[in-house]
């Protein structure tokens, strides 16, 4: 049997794992290999929106499995347009490009935002602006336009050709943009300090600032989108359009999927060679993910969200008015975070595992909530139970 040593043995220490190793899981619940049973509040970081081993998702992979594996993009495969045709019929889009995850989605937005302005603007037009605080994957280009020290420390030189400035801030943004700025890329609701919306000012200046200047604007949902924030995406809820929209997480529920939406105009800078990926868009995670868009873009099931948003945030309020434990309580659907005054979040991530809940970290003093979209209202409530039980042994 594996154990946390053969962990710490052969695997590259990139992550801080809890001290359980996990068996089998089941909606939003999870079990150890000591058969522990854990509610899970983390939906393997805002990824498995319809729940852990879906029944229905499982019967379209196997049966898929039968049928095509993979291919490759020499070929086409139906699948995949199936999902396309479903993503811009339910979107801005007019094309949709697959890809593995969201920093490939993120790779792809800035190449082709490139591309578009140097091909159809000028040449020296390739500048990108993003904002503090955001998160946009792991390579070298994402943490480039994170531009924060925890993600670039001892990884220079970066990418070049970028600007930072501050999330929210819209006094000052125009000093941010020139004629030479290519995209504008941010999140519409930031998790890196909790749950940060963007102010609808700011968002109003970005979209007069890109006109002015002539930039296409990129909306990262690579956490937001699918439904996890009451919505089929996130920029539904702020009256802006992309030029391009980066996705992933949720999309196929754990089966990895990336990709990018985007329109005629955009895509038709792009030509055959200019970017590619082996495995995006293939069979078994485009048949899952065409089942996922059909269930989660209903009306029904997205105000559903909602009223299980209103169920967290009531609970928290509750625990909140009682015990004076919480700076701050932010959402944004099914996304909850909760920044703690007093008590050590390592310390209280771990007594919720000794406890049987499990809750992601998103600072030093905030804890965030990404469950199951589907997690049912008795888990919800029996999950908080327990939160607040941990935290009053902290205190």
Same mark, same amino acid.
């Given at each position: 049997?594996?154990?946390?040593?053969?962990?710490?043995?052969?695997? &590259?220490?990139?992550?801080?794992? #809890?001290?359980?190793?996990?068996?089998?899981?089941?909606?939003?619940? &999870?079990?150890?290999?000591?058969?522990?049973?854990?509610?899970?509040?983390?939906?393997?970081?805002?990824?498995?929106?319809?729940?852990?081993?879906?029944?229905?998702?499982?019967?379209?992979?196997?049966?898929?499995?039968?049928?095509?594996?993979?291919?490759?993009?020499?070929?086409?495969?139906?699948?995949?347009?199936?999902?396309?045709?479903?993503?811009?019929?339910?979107?801005?889009?007019?094309?949709?490009?697959?890809?593995?995850?969201? =920093?490939?989605?993120?790779?792809?937005?800035?190449?082709?935002?490139?591309?578009?302005?140097?091909?159809?603007?000028?040449?020296?037009?390739?500048?990108?602006?993003? +904002?503090?605080?955001?998160?946009?994957?792991?390579?070298?280009?994402?943490?480039?336009? !994170?531009?924060?020290?925890?993600?670039?420390?001892?990884? #220079?030189?970066?990418?070049?050709?970028?600007?930072?400035?501050?999330?929210?801030?819209?006094?000052?943004?125009?000093?941010?943009?020139?004629?030479?700025?290519? #995209?504008?890329?941010? %999140?519409?609701?930031?998790?890196?300090?909790?749950?940060?919306?963007?102010?609808?000012?700011?968002?109003?200046?970005?979209?007069?600032?890109?006109?002015?200047?002539?930039?296409?604007?990129?909306?990262?949902?690579?956490?937001? @989108?699918?439904?996890?924030?009451?919505?089929?995406?996130?920029?539904?809820?702020?009256?802006?359009?992309?030029?391009?929209?980066?996705? !992933?997480? @949720?999309?196929?529920?754990?089966?990895?999927?990336?990709?990018?939406?985007?329109?005629?105009?955009?895509?038709?800078?792009?030509?055959?060679?200019?970017?590619?990926?082996?495995?995006?868009?293939?069979?078994? =995670?485009?048949?899952?993910?065409?089942?996922?868009?059909?269930?989660?873009?209903?009306?029904? +099931?997205?105000?559903?969200?909602?009223?299980?948003?209103?169920?967290?945030?009531?609970?928290?309020? %509750?625990?909140?008015?009682?015990?004076?434990?919480?700076?701050?309580?932010?959402? !944004? @659907? /099914?996304?909850?975070? &909760?920044?703690?005054?007093?008590?050590?979040?390592?310390?209280?991530?771990?007594?919720?595992?000794?406890?049987?809940?499990?809750?992601?970290?998103?600072?030093?003093?905030?804890?965030? +909530?990404?469950?199951?979209?589907?997690?049912?209202?008795? /888990?919800?409530?029996?999950?908080?139970?327990? +939160?607040?039980?941990?935290?009053?042994?902290?205190?």
């Amino acid at each position: 049997m594996i154990n946390a040593n053969d962990y710490s043995n052969y695997m &590259v220490p990139f992550y801080a794992p #809890a001290d359980f190793i996990v068996k089998k899981a089941k909606g939003s619940l &999870v079990w150890s290999a000591n058969n522990k049973k854990y509610i899970d509040f983390t939906g393997g970081i805002a990824v498995t929106n319809l729940g852990h081993c879906n029944d229905e998702l499982i019967k379209i992979m196997n049966q898929q499995s039968k049928n095509l594996w993979h291919l490759s993009n020499l070929y086409m495969n139906e699948p995949s347009v199936e999902l396309a045709k479903k993503l811009c019929k339910k979107t801005f889009a007019d094309k949709v490009f697959f890809c593995n995850s969201g =920093a490939e989605s993120i790779e792809a937005s800035i190449k082709i935002a490139r591309k578009y302005c140097t091909n159809n603007i000028d040449k020296s037009k390739n500048e990108i602006l993003s +904002f503090t605080s955001s998160f946009h994957g792991r390579t070298m280009l994402g943490i480039a336009l !994170a531009k924060a020290k925890h993600l670039t420390d001892g990884f #220079a030189p970066l990418p070049k050709g970028i600007k930072n400035h501050t999330y929210n801030d819209f006094d000052k943004l125009e000093d941010a943009f020139s004629d030479k700025t290519a #995209a504008v890329i941010l %999140e519409l609701v930031q998790w890196q300090s909790g749950i940060t919306k963007a102010n609808k000012k700011f968002i109003t200046k970005v979209k007069q600032l890109s006109k002015k200047y002539n930039a296409l604007v990129i909306i990262d949902e690579v956490q937001s @989108g699918v439904g996890r924030t009451g919505t089929f995406f996130a920029y539904e809820q702020f009256n802006i359009a992309p030029d391009i929209l980066c996705f !992933a997480k @949720g999309m196929a529920n754990g089966f990895p999927i990336g990709g990018i939406l985007t329109s005629d105009k955009i895509s038709d800078s792009m030509t055959v060679g200019s970017h590619g990926t082996t495995f995006g868009g293939g069979p078994i =995670a485009c048949a899952i993910g065409s089942r996922v868009v059909d269930i989660i873009s209903k009306k029904a +099931f997205l105000s559903d969200v909602l009223k299980k948003e209103k169920k967290f945030l009531k609970s928290l309020n %509750e625990i909140n008015s009682s015990y004076r434990c919480f700076n701050q309580i932010s959402s !944004a @659907g /099914l996304w909850v975070s &909760v920044e703690l005054s007093s008590i050590d979040i390592d310390d209280l991530i771990k007594l919720s595992h000794k406890n049987g809940l499990m809750v992601l970290k998103a600072n030093a003093t905030t804890i965030r +909530f990404s469950p199951s979209l589907i997690i049912e209202d008795h /888990l919800i409530e029996k999950g908080l139970e327990i +939160f607040k039980k941990s935290i009053l042994q902290l205190q």
